[in-house]
T-cell receptor, first 109, second 114 residues
């Protein structure tokens, strides 16, 4: 069975401090991993996906197959990063996404 | 262009009533998905459409839930005899096709069953 675990429900950091959101997964095979973000009163949107290996809004995420993790990191958090973040997984020949429970990030001035 | 739209944005209903939630996908997107976002539960998959067919209904929680899609476009999620545990935000997403594409989400319908 596939599963995505985000151990932190809430994360609070100061502006300019590093932030790391943890995501662990279980899957038999090589899934595709994603981070989605939902800002206040906005719709859920894709932040990044592991296959693109991009840095979006200063965020990066590295897929660690040995540890089955896909943690999201940003070296210097900004107030506009305050949002709900979801880690998600999709099988290579699948269409549906499996989401974690989400982490609410608050960046304080 | 226009994104995925959903209506109504909010719906309050009494326990036992039926409700219909509507989704308008991005024009040209053949794949359409319904997810449910419950407090503290994350998002759970409900159903997937490819065109007007629903090859995967595995996420529908009970036979009170049904969905259809017509003309390869608009989809309606129907919940019969609503229960309090049905209270959640129902999200619709669409993508150009089913596999390998980014899913674009709508704003959601917040359903409250009293």
């Amino acid at each position: 069975a596939q599963r995505v675990t985000q151990p932190e429900k809430l994360l609070s950091v100061f502006k300019g401090a590093p932030v790391e959101l943890k995501c662990n997964y279980s899957y038999s095979g090589s899934p595709e991993l994603f981070w989605y973000v939902q800002y206040s009163r906005q719709r859920l949107q894709l932040l990044l996906r592991h296959i693109s290996r991009e840095s979006i809004k200063g965020f990066t995420a590295d897929l660690n197959k040995g540890e089955t993790s896909f943690h999201l990191k940003k070296p210097f958090a900004q107030e506009e990063d305050s949002a709900m973040y979801y880690c998600a997984l999709r099988g290579p020949n699948d269409y549906k996404l499996s989401f974690g429970a989400g982490t609410t990030v608050t960046v304080r001035a | 262009g226009a994104g995925v739209s959903q209506s109504p944005s909010n719906k309050v209903t009494e326990k036992g009533k039926d409700v219909e939630l509507r989704c308008d996908p991005i024009s040209g997107h053949t794949a359409l998905y319904w997810y449910r976002q419950s407090l503290g539960q994350g998002l759970e998959f409900l159903i997937y459409f490819q065109g007007n067919s629903a090859p995967d209904k595995s996420g529908l929680p009970s036979d009170r839930f049904s969905a259809e899609r017509t003309g390869g476009s608009v989809s309606t999620l129907t919940i019969q005899r609503t229960q309090q545990e049905d209270s959640a935000v129902y999200l619709c997403a669409s993508s150009p096709s089913g596999i390998g594409y980014e899913q674009y989400f709508g704003p959601g319908t917040r359903l409250t069953v009293t």
